[in-house]
Nanobody, 126 residues
Framework: QVQLVESGGGLVQAGGSLRLSCAASGRTFSRYAMGWFRQAPGNEREFVAG????????DYADSVKGRFTISRDNAKNMVYLQMNSLKVEDTAVYCC???????????????????WGQGTQVTVSS
């Protein structure tokens, strides 16, 4: 099992940047593909970004391509989401998620992930 704890959320003006972090417990972090999801009030949870267990493959939702970057540090059991050029519509609770995966696999849907963090609030003001 793996436990996930997000941090780095907050209030930022439109056009600004935030970096979210997700700390994972356990000694087998490098066996897990990781993802970031978000959920705004009244909306369904949506995929934001995913990264393979080795960090060599990734994918993004169209709405964040070119603005967000997912990365990981397997030595530190960490995954990050760098968010630039933030928009009001990026406001949501952001969660990281993990699943055991083969090499190179990026999971794109929430039902593929077995482990979830509690989330961190990101609020973008106009």
């Amino acid at each position: 099992q793996v436990q996930l704890v997000e941090s780095g959320g907050g209030l930022v003006q439109a056009g600004g940047s935030l970096r979210l972090s997700c700390a994972a417990s356990g000694r087998t972090f490098s066996r897990y593909a990781m993802g970031w999801f978000r959920q705004a009030p009244g909306n369904e949870r949506e995929f934001v970004a995913g990264i393979s267990r080795g960090g060599g493959s990734w994918d993004y939702a169209d709405s964040v391509k070119g603005r967000f970057t997912i990365s990981r540090d397997n030595a530190k059991n960490m995954v990050y989401l760098q968010m630039n050029s933030l928009k009001v519509e990026d406001t949501a609770v952001y969660c990281c998620a993990a699943r055991l995966s083969p090499l190179g696999y990026v999971a794109l849907t929430d039902r593929e992930y077995a482990y979830w963090g509690q989330g961190t609030q990101v609020t973008v003001s106009s």
